[in-house]
């Protein structure tokens, strides 16, 4: 059964900084990996998706990576802004016909001014 | 991009009523819909999917007679929770896809039920 983990749970930082989100899976037979906002109490916002075959994916400041083998992708956010301050949720479909996203748990950012 | 719809965003109920969300594709054909509940600071998990004219199925451990799932359109999916209990307490969000290898599932809004 397809598992995926967030690291860290949450990350505090000064406006202005670059950071990583990190996300694990556990099979590495996935369709595609997507990466979401979530602010609270509301629904999600698509950020990114990255097929399986591809490596990374560049959407203004936000550029995703998609290292299968390993079961491993990054979220990178440039230039950090106060409303960047949301949980970001990953998310992966496996391989194997009509499967929904399975999500982690998110890390929720706070950006400081 | 694909907008998906769900009414009510917010609901109160007694225990004890039926509750029913609608989950609406609004410009586009949802073969496929997932049921997804998130606890306070916690993920999405999956409780059922269902796909248009067929029977939902339904993730270990959600009770299908409390959950009732209905797909009767390409563009309505229907989620009732029945006899609800505070501990269904949740927030409710759907999702839809257009086919079996579709790229993208979209999200709708949410629905935060209370139930007193």
């Known amino acids: 059964k397809q598992e995926v983990t967030q690291i860290p749970a949450a990350l505090s930082v000064p406006e202005g900084e670059n950071l990583v989100l990190n996300c694990s899976f556990t099979d590495s037979a996935i369709y595609n990996l997507q990466w979401f906002r979530q602010d609270p109490g509301k629904g999600l916002t698509s950020l990114l998706l990255i097929q399986s075959s591809q490596r990374e994916q560049t959407s203004g400041r936000l550029n995703a990576s998609l290292d299968k083998s390993s079961g491993r992708s990054t979220l990178y956010i440039a230039a950090s802004q106060p409303g960047d301050s949301a949980t970001y949720l990953c998310a992966v479909r496996s391989n194997s016909g009509n499967t929904p996203l399975v999500f982690g748990k998110g890390t929720r950012l706070s950006v400081i001014a | 991009g694909a907008v998906v719809s769900q009414h009510p965003s917010r609901v109160i109920c007694k225990s004890g009523t039926s509750v029913k969300i609608e989950c609406r594709s609004l410009?586009?054909?949802?073969?496929?819909m997932f049921w997804y509940r998130q606890f306070p600071k916690q993920s999405l998990m999956l409780m059922a999917t269902?796909?248009?004219?067929?029977?939902?199925?339904?993730e270990q451990g959600v009770e299908k007679d409390k959950f009732l799932i209905n797909h009767a359109s390409l563009t309505l999916s229907t989620l009732t929770v029945t006899s609800a209990h505070p501990e269904d307490s949740s927030f409710y969000i759907c999702s839809a896809r257009t086919g079996y290898s579709s790229y993208e599932q979209y999200f709708g809004p949410g629905t935060r039920l209370t139930v007193t």
């Open positions: 269902s796909n248009e004219g067929s029977k939902a199925t339904y």
């Open positions: 410009d586009f054909q949802a073969t496929t």
